[in-house]
């Protein structure tokens, strides 16, 4: 089943800032309904309703585009198993997406979606958005992993030479 991401209206700038706190909210729901096996509609409820935009410990979260954090969390659900798969191929030898910390694969899964569907966002913005995502909750070798395997789906996924490809559009 194949779904048309959410995209800015035509003539309608995309707000990078609120992308990148949809793709951080994104993979934050994504982790809960790992661990927690919180329901698709109830992780995506909580996060619209009460963590997206909010105020966190006495400092405001940027506003999230709420289309594209309900696009990525929705899409990685429905096509899980074909992410897993391409995830997997992409990955170290002898390493495998389950062998994998729940965040990371949250984050893996959610830029291979927006490398597949998200034809907007430019395979270089892809990787880096989700390499700070990475280093907001790693301080090791995962940001790495993160862009190692992002850029090699960039290139199997959308051709040319995986960051350095597609440069044009939006965030």
């Known amino acids: 089943m194949n779904s048309v991401p959410a995209q800015p209206a035509t003539g309608q700038s995309v707000d990078s800032k609120a992308r990148s706190a949809a793709r951080l909210g994104a993979v934050q729901a994504?982790?809960?309904?790992d661990v927690a096996s919180t329901p698709l509609d109830d992780a995506i409820?909580?996060?619209?309703q009460h963590r997206l935009g909010q105020q966190v410990e006495d400092q405001e979260i940027?506003?999230?585009?709420?289309?594209?954090f309900d696009d990525i969390v929705r899409g990685v659900v429905r096509e899980q198993r074909e992410l897993d798969v391409q995830v997997n191929g992409a990955l170290a030898k002898g390493w495998s997406l389950g062998r994998l910390d729940a965040t990371l694969r949250a984050i893996l899964r959610s830029g291979t979606y927006e490398l597949r569907r998200c034809?907007?966002?430019?395979?270089?913005?892809?990787?880096?958005?989700?390499?700070?995502?990475?280093h907001a909750f790693f301080e090791g070798d995962e940001p790495g992993v993160v862009n190692a395997v992002l850029d090699r789906l960039g290139r199997e996924i959308r051709g040319g030479a995986g960051a350095d490809h597609d440069t044009a559009g939006q965030g």
């Not at 409820?45 to 619209?48: A, G, I, V």
């Not at 034809?119 to 995502?133: A, L």
Request: charged letters at 30%.
């Open 45 to 48: 409820d909580e996060f619209t």
């Open 119 to 134: 034809k907007d966002v430019p395979v270089k913005v892809v990787i880096n958005e989700y390499v700070d995502v990475a």
């Open 62 to 68: 940027v506003e999230a585009d709420k289309a594209h």
């Open 30 to 33: 994504l982790y809960q309904m």
